[in-house]
């Protein structure tokens, strides 16, 4: 399943009808988006039962945690396990939200067909920008609260009106309770980066309006839902805890939150080890903990775009790569010496003949797309027999 191409749902479908069993209730399901890094917004693997046929990148893997959960949301709450009537609710749910994500143009291409007008909708849900440049060059691409979208969802399966109205208040609650944890330590960078994740992830409120007060306190004393409650702790479990690091009136603030949500201390105590638990397992990939410079920042973004794309598209790539027999030739140079200004105009010119014969390649082919070229070059030798780099030792021996 490739949730970069059309048809994924489809094949998510297909997947999830041998699987219908593994979740018999919102905390089993729960737990296990927790694990999987999507009720914290930060997205590190799949449920198990998902086995990707290639490394996933970080929005593909929420593309199908966010899938996921609502049609396992679905399930528990309408005891209704087809398909195809989720898709159907789901895109009514989106409606409602106003939050469709199709323009004319998209709507257009994609037809009537729900599962692809669903798939147009998850991508403009999951990543930050509608703009492809920057979902290309943006280090951090993913919005970080798209749990919200299911709890959201949870509510309007039961609820016939005010779900916007519910989104909005889930989105002040969640950003409030994240700035008063930000507000009970001593801020760093990493914390910043944390904020302004969250401020570009909201959705249904305005945050040049947003204003912060104690208020939020009395919403959430009152506030019904064992989920979002849960939630709400967790989110502000991953605020004080992302450094790594603890203290006393952090102690006193998550505690204090999770009295107000009515939580058993037990249960407060829990999300504590399992948001540390978290860290110790994932600290090293997680985005805004990463204190590059922007320079590296975005090589290591661009790197990781390159070798999806020639991970998609290898064996097109080695057959038009082995048929040009001088761009192997300096290509193969290229990685014993330096090739002079003409050899590597040579080497430009054909690599972006062979980009416009594949489609997905077509970032190459944008302003700046030469850039992108070096990586690329770095990374051929992945494409081609061992003869291409004499020294490359092949670890499986």
Known sequence: MNPSASGWIDKYGHLVKDNLDIYDDFRELYVDLKKTGFVYGINVKTPNFIVPEHTLSEDEIAKINLLTSLFFTYKIETKNSDFNSFLESVL?????????????????????????????????RVYLEDN???????????????????????????????TKEHAQLLEF???????????????????????????ASLTFVDFEKQTFDGTYREKLVTNKSEWENRYFLDI??????????????????????????????????RALVEITDFFAKNA???????????????????????????????????????????????LTKSTIKDLDEEEKKKVQNQLIDIFKSIPSLAIFLLPGGAVLLPIFIKLIPKLLPSAFDDNRVDKTK
């Open 284 to 330: 090293h990939i997680v985005p805004f903990l990463k204190d590059n410079n922007l320079a590296v920042q975005f090589y290591e973004s661009m790197a990781k775009v390159v070798d999806k794309l020639i991970s998609r598209n290898s064996k097109r790539l080695k057959k038009e790569l082995l048929e040009s027999k001088e761009l192997v030739a300096l």
């Open 236 to 269: 502000a479990c991953l605020t004080v805890w992302e450094d790594q690091t603890f203290e006393y009136q952090e102690s006193e603030f998550i505690h204090g939150i999770g009295r107000d949500l009515k939580i058993p201390e037990v249960s407060i105590k």
């Open 92 to 124: 009514r749910f989106y409606d409602q939200l106003e939050v469709s994500g199709l323009t004319f143009l998209s709507k257009l291409f994609s037809g009537n067909k729900t599962s692809t007008k669903l798939e147009k909708l998850i991508e403009s």
């Open 132 to 162: 492809m440049l920057s979902k290309t060059f943006n280090s951090i691409i993913t919005n970080s609260l798209l749990f919200i979208d299911v709890l959201t969802y949870k509510y309007h399966l039961t609820n016939i009106k005010g």
């Open 173 to 199: 609650l969640t950003i409030n309770t994240t700035y008063y944890a930000l507000n009970s330590k001593e801020i760093n960078k990493s914390d910043e980066r944390l904020a302004q994740l969250f401020e």
